[in-house]
């Protein structure tokens, strides 16, 4: 997909060598994770040029403004709110289904991830009230993307919640955010999980564990796991590969966090995964993380039972 | 210590990257070339009157090129975008970089310690490869020196070599020297200090035993200005004193002018770091992607320069190199909208010549087409700009 995007964008290969190259990576993507073991099939967001695009597009003018991803060297375009998206016809559907794209081919169950509401109406260029803009991008934007990615098959909706962890929260944002996920949890169907990254959640775990999801993610390369409590009436979503180093992690190294956290925090699940998106590794770099993953999970799954 | 060049006020040049012809790439690929690759070198070449251009035709049609014929065909590349700045133009050019595979990769193809893992988005479409460092880094030979000896013996224009600088490189690899992280049970506080000293100890290795004996070695063969590419500068704000390190590491004492290209940041979060940084006589800063496209000179409609006025008051006074082309969007930036961001920018720093005119940063992902139309259009802005200020 690398070089036929590229090839695209330079007018030197066509549309239809792009779907093509799409579903090649797709299925391969795919048998990547069937092989590892993985409990929840993700389409990888291959076709999404950076977590708010397909959504942002399907509402309303292109995007234009490059910003640097937290302390990555990748940006995003910044999405534009010039009026709250509520009461617009155009709402988007599911993860990337709308290009037409192939995601029929991703196994179930399913795992889809989509912003954060709170991260979304803080990353967009807007003069409107951020905390409104929250609720509305909630219930107008993405609760109907989720519902269509459960009747997909989702049945883990995964938000993305890197702001909150890298920039903070005030006090006073913690209500319209409950207010902002209520509308996403209400009879969703699935499994929510708001995961924060790129930060300590530590210091936000007492709201964290209030709002109406079911599971909590936590990137354990910036949270100490002994600032995790214990006796989690909520799922935890652990973030034990590192989505931004290249070296792999062992699969005893994983096992022992795991079983750290099952015996320690004790939530009413425990999701293995990595600490942030993978898309900062080389593609052979993430695969063989993913691989190592499954390996840990599996290993973890005959010793503890959560 | 670095030097300051003399220069006219509104001096315009390009910050590095152009986007490789098709013709190029293909035949350093050995892959078979089409009509339109040829009728490209050939339309180019016509335009901007590149001797004896047709020779690069014949050579071109050849069915398969030994390695000699691609350094050749490297090198008509270079000459072609040599002549596309200068005929937009600029004051100060380059060649485009079009004999470096890209800014990152061909620095740590020329280094010791580095083994390549792939590639990474960088956004949209596009990607960049990525290294990591396994062993000792050090200079394996001198990497800009056939490029720089090349252009020297063909440009009409001054020049100015863009490097890219250390912190970048650091911050674009992964560090596999070190096992951090192995075991998450330990303290996050803990395992965070680990990963800053090491991250130290790697960017200034970078500085001294890469970056700094390549600047050697171009200086040793006249290079008078330098221009080291920080586009990693900010991603880490705590470490923005590390980037000053690198930078005074890789260029204390050496004789030449020196500046750097900083883009798509924050550029707050660079200061007061940066008033440590007096061997840097300019910084090329791209502006233009947060700024509107209606014309005027005040702040209200001028909001992506805003933070110009911290640059103004560095005390060891460099020059500001300037961002008014969006290098991300095909629109052509009117000289109008040129010229009212220079006057702008005159009107905060009160003192034309410490600005300088560029583009936000390489033009490489526009098509040459649109990379042209923009440059031009630049140097006319500046000319409206000249005469509004009777310079």
Known sequence: ?306 | MSTQLDHKPLLTHEVGSLDKPGWRVKAYAGKPLSERDLEEARSWGEQLQVPDYPRLLELLRGRSFTKEQKAEIQRWSSLYALRLEESAGLDVVYDGEQQRTEMYDWAVTHANGFERRGSVRAFDNKYYSKAAVVGPISLAAPYHNAEFSYLVSVAGAELKVPVTGAYTIADWSFDERNALDTDLRESALDRRRQRKAARRDFVLQVARNLIRPNLQALIGLGARWIQVDEPGASTEPDELDLFVDSFNASVEGLDAMFSTHLCFSDYNLFFPAIERMSQCRQFAVGFANYDSRELGTSDDARPGYQVIKKFRELPYKPALGMGVLDIHTDFIESPELVRDRVLYAVKVFGDAARIHVTPDCGLRTRSWRVAYEKLHNMTAGVELARRALSL
């Open chain 1, 1 to 306: 997909m690398v070089a036929a995007t590229r090839g695209l964008d330079r007018g030197r290969t066509d549309q239809a060598e792009v779907d093509a190259a799409f579903r090649h990576d797709l299925a391969r993507w795919v048998e990547v994770q069937r092989a590892a073991g993985l409990d929840f099939y993700s389409d990888g967001l291959l076709r999404w040029q950076d977590i708010f695009r397909p959504l942002v597009e399907a509402i309303g003018p292109k995007p234009h403004t490059l910003v640097r991803w937290f302390d990555t060297n990748t940006f995003f375009r910044e999405p534009e709110f010039a009026n709250f998206p509520s009461g617009d016809s155009n709402s988007p559907s599911p993860s990337g289904g709308w290009q037409g794209g192939g995601e029929t081919s991703v196994p179930r169950p399913r795992v889809s991830t989509f912003p954060s509401p709170y991260m979304f109406s803080r990353a967009a260029r807007t003069n409107l009230d951020r905390n409104r803009l929250m609720v509305e991008l909630a219930e107008s934007v993405l609760r109907p993307a989720i519902d269509a990615a459960v009747r997909e098959g989702s049945e883990l909706i995964h938000l993305e919640e890197p702001w909150l962890g890298y920039t903070g929260i005030s006090r006073q944002d913690w209500a319209p955010l409950r207010d902002a996920l209520e509308a996403l949890h209400r009879n969703v169907g699935a499994t929510l999980a708001l995961h924060v990254y790129f930060g300590d959640a530590a210091p936000h775990l007492e709201q964290l564990r209030a709002l109406p999801i079911d599971a909590i993610g936590v990137d354990l390369i910036e949270t100490d796991v002994t600032a995790l409590g214990r006796g989690w009436d909520k799922g935890l979503v652990a973030g034990v590969i590192n989505g931004r180093q290249s070296l792999v992690e062992s699969t005893n190294s994983i096992v022992e966090v795991a079983g750290h956290l099952a015996d320690s925090v004790r939530p009413t699940a425990l999701y293995l995964t990595s600490n942030s998106e993978l898309s900062f590794l080389p593609t052979s770099v993430a695969e063989h993380k993913v691989q190592r993953l499954g390996e840990a999970a599996s290993k973890v799954k005959q010793l503890v039972s959560v």
